[in-house]
Nanobody
Framework: HVQLVESGGGLVQAGGSLRLSCVAS????????MGWFRQALGKEREFVAA????????YYADSVKDRFTISRDNAKNTVDLQMNSLKAEDTAVYYCAGDPGIVLGRYDYWGQGTQVTVSS
């Protein structure tokens, strides 16, 4: 079993930066890919970024490409999301997720979420 815990959310001004962190515990060796998702009030949950645990290959949604950077520390079992040039539309609850590779594209492990609010 795997547990994921996010941290680092908060209130920031438009144009500012924020760094989110996710710590994985339990059977972390089973995870092939880690991802970040977000959900704004009244909206569907959407993909933000992902990273392959082994190779480090990254994937980004067009809405955050060139502004957000995902990274991982294999030894510490952590995944970070560096968010720069934040916009009001980035306001959402951000979730860390893990994909064990059982089903293509399915994330089986989820954190509790951390709130990010961008104001002007």
């Amino acid at each position: 079993h795997v547990q994921l815990v996010e941290s680092g959310g908060g209130l920031v001004q438009a144009g500012g930066s924020l760094r989110l962190s996710c710590v994985a515990s339990g059977r972390t060796f089973s995870i092939q890919k880690m991802g970040w998702f977000r959900q704004a009030l009244g909206k569907e949950r959407e993909f933000v970024a992902a990273i392959r645990w082994g190779s480090g290959r990254t994937y980004y949604a067009d809405s955050v490409k060139d502004r957000f950077t995902i990274s991982r520390d294999n030894a510490k079992n952590t995944v970070d999301l560096q968010m720069n040039s934040l916009k009001a539309e980035d306001t959402a609850v951000y979730y860390c997720a893990g994909d064990p590779g059982i089903v293509l594209g399915r994330y089986d492990y989820w954190g509790q979420g951390t709130q990010v609010t961008v104001s002007s």
